[in-house]
């Protein structure tokens, strides 16, 4: 179980050299690195970062596929812990960090945060990729898309977040996602969507994790 609790440092730092603290390995600042990044802010829990080099193939390396051996990030390594996979991440340090708010304490609230969290991570992850990962503006993948969207748009109404009127971490993996989006100018027309992502963009952990702010094109 989860304990529950607010607990949000606003000075968190992100630790450079340090043997003692976790590490999280990324790519760039806007890849599925970054809702766990956003996550370790709004949890105040300090890490030390590795920034891979892609191009140089540095993921391909024996060090980083010991540590996952599909050679993708994020890879999130505590000691002797390593995960791979975002969602797998987010739902470890949900367990083990003692005191947040980011699941609903009651029953019903905690099923529909769930069942966001494992829509982003799946099924609007995989809609997204295809059109902003890929590029590819095909019909079909677009088609596919909007439709999500406009049901997400539907959802939104009236209320703040996707569970109801509190932040949850379903909030942080939908939002990471609409944000690509907003970059290919792909939320116009859905007011709720772009409402939605305007509260999302003034958190403070979404700012110094650079949710929205990282430059797509490094």
């Given at each position: 179980?989860?304990?529950?609790?607010?607990?949000?440092?606003?000075?968190?730092?992100?630790?450079?050299?340090?043997?003692?603290?976790?590490?999280?390995?990324?790519?760039?600042?806007?890849?599925?690195?970054?809702?766990?990044?956003?996550?370790?802010?709004?949890?105040?829990?300090?890490?030390?970062?590795?920034?891979?080099?892609?191009?140089?193939?540095?993921?391909?390396?024996?060090?980083?596929?010991?540590?996952?051996?599909?050679?993708?990030?994020?890879?999130?390594?505590?000691?002797?812990?390593?995960?791979?996979?975002?969602?797998?991440?987010?739902?470890?340090?949900?367990?083990?960090?003692?005191?947040?708010?980011?699941?609903?304490?009651?029953?019903?609230?905690?099923?529909?945060?769930?069942?966001?969290?494992?829509?982003?991570?799946?099924?609007?992850?995989?809609?997204?990729?295809?059109?902003?990962?890929?590029?590819?503006?095909?019909?079909?993948?677009?088609?596919?898309?909007?439709?999500?969207?406009?049901?997400?748009?539907?959802?939104?109404?009236?209320?703040?977040?996707?569970?109801?009127?509190?932040?949850?971490?379903?909030?942080?993996?939908?939002?990471?996602?609409?944000?690509?989006?907003?970059?290919?100018?792909?939320?116009?027309?859905?007011?709720?969507?772009?409402?939605?992502?305007?509260?999302?963009k003034q958190r403070s952990a979404a700012a110094k994790a650079e949710v929205f702010t990282a430059d797509v094109n490094a």
């Amino acid at each position: 179980m989860v304990s529950l609790g607010l607990s949000l440092p606003s000075d968190v730092q992100v630790v450079t050299q340090t043997d003692s603290l976790p590490t999280l390995y990324s790519f760039a600042r806007f890849d599925r690195s970054a809702r766990v990044r956003w996550l370790l802010y709004e949890l105040g829990v300090p890490y030390h970062e590795v920034v891979l080099d892609h191009a140089k193939g540095e993921h391909q390396q024996p060090h980083f596929v010991a540590r996952n051996p599909f050679a993708l990030v994020p890879v999130w390594e505590d000691g002797e812990l390593v995960l791979h996979e975002s969602g797998a991440i987010i739902l470890h340090l949900l367990a083990n960090t003692p005191a947040h708010e980011l699941l609903p304490n009651d029953k019903l609230g905690r099923s529909r945060c769930m069942s966001y969290l494992m829509f982003g991570l799946s099924t609007l992850d995989a809609a997204v990729s295809q059109v902003f990962v890929t590029k590819n503006q095909a019909g079909t993948a677009v088609v596919k898309l909007k439709r999500l969207l406009q049901a997400l748009d539907t959802e939104l109404v009236g209320q703040d977040y996707l569970v109801g009127h509190s932040f949850t971490v379903a909030d942080i993996v939908v939002g990471q996602l609409l944000g690509l989006l907003d970059r290919r100018d792909q939320l116009a027309g859905f007011d709720n969507l772009e409402y939605y992502l305007t509260r999302l963009k003034q958190r403070s952990a979404a700012a110094k994790a650079e949710v929205f702010t990282a430059d797509v094109n490094a």
